[in-house]
């Protein structure tokens, strides 16, 4: 039961429209040429080309994209820039296609507004591996763009469960931001572990578990192998990494698992959800953060089974509802909670000291 989300919301219907139109910009010729080739064959409208930030936001405004696919470094104005002064002025969804040199300029990126990133090849002849992921966020966005306005109603009243031990969050495109809105809000010392998969790749986690540390005082850092699941920590998932919880005679304990060429989210929520089940039983409290796609939902179906509480992002703040919607779904009873809303209950709940067990 979806209690807390307009029917409106739910499965909410995409206005039809046109080919999703793209501005690509990128100081590399080549590049451009690159990306816009890619995308035109997965049946985009190529708007324009623009070769840093300053030529963008001339045709951000001459020809209004759905979507904006951006370079961090450029020449005159750079993607920071251009992020900053596009959040002022148009609700355009931005992709950055960067490099794995820098990750922290991908996340300051995701701060400053930007929707998702992908990793750049070290070769513009390789452009073609982004075809699909790149693709596929591409035609998500242009479509959100052009929902239909939610109804938007009263937020819920939701309590934080008595007697939870483990916290464990899961997201994906759009996380980033939501978890930094969930962390600051919270003040040290934190009465349970926060565990979190958060679909990212390699290089870029351990630079976000930094970022997160320095920004909100917690002990935040990236999970491993064998590490005792300590009270009050805040472990994310190593990208390109599974991570889980498992039961010792010495107590819980983290463990990593390499993932497989098959699987197809990685970090998998499903995996931290499942095996966290297992070891709180009743009181871990799961969380879905925005997402595309259906991690989460075996392993919601497994918090069910362990008498654990649900909560989801509501679609009316959530940046993609695909995961939250997917996952209040296997749940059945899951609570549908604001993003604002869900910080401040956490927050609240986390500053009280546990129950004696």
Known sequence: ????????????????????????????APLRGALAEV??????????????????????????????TLDLEMPRMDGFTFLRILSKTRAIPVI?????ARPESALLALELGARDFVVKPARTADVRQLKT???????????????????????PEVSYPSGTRLVAIGCSTGGPRALRDILTRLRPPISAPILIAQ???????????????????????EAKDGEPLGRGSVRIAPGGRHLSVEKTPAGARLRLHDAADTDRWVPSVDRLFTSSAAVAGAHLLAIVLTG????????????????????TESSLTAAIDGMPVAAA???????RIPLDELAAVLARGLERPPEPR
């Open 133 to 155: 992921q790149l693709l596929a966020r591409v035609r998500l966005l242009a479509g959100l763009r052009r929902r239909i306005p939610p109804t938007w109603s009263p937020p």
């Open 199 to 221: 679909h990212m790749p390699p290089r870029f986690t351990e630079a976000f578990a930094d970022r997160l540390a320095k920004a909100t005082g917690l002990d935040v850092a």
């Open 96 to 100: 950055v296609v960067t490099s794995d």
């Open 292 to 311: 595309m796609g259906k991690d989460g939902v075996e392993g919601a179906r497994a918090v069910r089974a362990a008498g654990a509480p649900l909560w």
């Open 39 to 68: 995308l035109e064959e997965g049946g985009c409208e190529i708007v324009g080309r623009a070769m840093d930030g300053s030529m963008a936001l001339s045709l951000v405004h001459e020809q209004d994209p759905d979507v904006i």
């Open 329 to 335: 779904a296997a749940h059945g009873a899951a609570d």
């Open 1 to 28: 039961m979806n209690r807390n989300v307009p029917a409106s919301m739910e499965g909410a219907p995409i206005v039809d429209g046109d080919a999703p139109r793209v501005l690509v910009v990128d100081d590399s």
